[in-house]
């Protein structure tokens, strides 16, 4: 964000921004935040909406953006550099707060979904707003094209959603991208999993597979497969192969599930492993695990290569040691969560394995 502000205490003595020029044309910081994380706040109180979460109604008010008291002194500009933190939200029921790197974070993915040029029916024309949205706020939410691209996106949506869909980022999910067809055998509860006997460990496994796949259906799949992939940079965690979308081709690389229980959040990126399509085969199959250690991230084999001959048991031991830190997620929060990692090998039990 870009703007000339000063800090000047409110009423209430505690320090605000505001702009060194009020009748300056470049947009107040809110409506900065909101090009940028695709919110759609009014200005009257009295219109807006009683129910909660607010985010979900029409009508809220961008009450407050919070800033990391960690700043940095531009020198040659004169000018703070600070990273927001959060966005507060309000309507007549109370006030929601919104983490500003979650919403940034799925800000970005809808612009690496339009980059892929993996949409439905409805993919053109909401593939071209987000783009322009994405080369406008690289000139800067100050610009005032930034607020045109984000206007023309909510048009699409009314069209489109209609009154229905209140959250812009939700109903950009729910409404371009098509879910796949679901396979008419549904797979094991984690119940049913947790019954399976002991030493039936092909069984276990091939069970932890399909229910890692199928927790990739739907739109929310399809989210959680873009943000994994774009975190990672495209590139296999076990092999270092980087393989991003081109003009005529799609992504070589998977975004593969750690854990698929209902019992947690699977959008969340630190339950994702980026692997090109041989190694998500040896990941899902337990050919190969990851374990955490020490800050650092390993891949060691399994017994079960064992079954396959010399020229293939080499090939997969070629991902065996420390993943370097150059191919993790640069937010250590996106990096594979080593409690998640635990419990996929527990539910398998690898000791039966040895």
């Known amino acids: 964000m870009s703007s000339d502000l000063h800090i000047k205490p409110a009423r ?16 107040q910081v809110g409506r900065q935040m909101a090009s940028l994380l695709l919110l759609r706040p009014i200005r009257d109180f009295l219109n807006t909406a009683d129910r909660f979460p607010v985010l979900q109604q029409r009508g809220y008010l961008l009450d407050k953006v919070g800033f990391s008291p960690q700043v940095e002194l531009d020198e040659t500009s004169e000018r703070i550099v600070a990273k927001p933190n959060y966005v507060s939200i309000r309507n007549q029921s109370g006030i929601q707060h919104l983490g500003f790197d979650a919403r ?3 800000v970005l993915t809808l612009h690496a979904m339009a980059m892929d040029d993996e949409f439905g029916e409805h993919g053109r024309e909401i593939r071209n707003l987000l783009i322009q949205h994405d080369e406008a706020l690289r000139s800067g939410p100050a610009d005032p094209a930034s607020w045109r691209s984000t206007s023309a996106i909510f048009q699409w949506l009314d069209s489109v959603a209609g009154t229905n869909h209140a959250e812009p980022i939700d109903a950009l999910f729910e409404t371009v991208y098509e879910s796949p067809e679901v396979d008419a055998i549904a797979p094991a509860t984690e119940l049913e999993l947790a019954q399976l006997a002991a030493d039936d460990i092909p069984m276990r496994i091939r069970t932890a597979s399909i229910m890692r796949v199928s927790s990739g259906r739907g739109s929310s799949g399809s989210q959680f497969s873009h943000a994994v992939r774009t975190a990672w940079r495209h590139t296999c965690a076990f092999c270092g192969l980087r393989f991003p979308s081109q003009t005529n ?45 020490g800050g650092r991230y390993f891949v060691d084999t399994t017994a079960l290569i064992e079954e396959y001959g010399e020229s293939e048991r080499a090939r997969l031991s070629e991902a065996v040691g ?8 640069t937010l250590r929060t996106s990096r594979p969560n080593p409690a998640y990692l635990r419990r996929l090998y527990e539910d398998i039990d690898l000791s039966n394995l040895e």
């Open 12 to 27: 209430s003595g505690k320090a605000r921004f505001r702009k060194v020029d009020p009748n300056a044309s470049t947009p």
């Open 104 to 106: 940034w974070n799925s």
């Open 249 to 293: 081709a799609a992504s070589g690389v998977d975004a593969a599930h750690i854990l698929a229980w209902s019992e947690y959040d699977l959008d969340d990126l630190s339950n994702g492993l980026c692997l090109c399509k041989f190694h998500h085969w040896a990941f899902d199959q337990v050919l190969l695990t990851v374990h955490y250690e």
């Open 322 to 329: 420390e993943i370097p830190s150059s191919r993790l997620p």
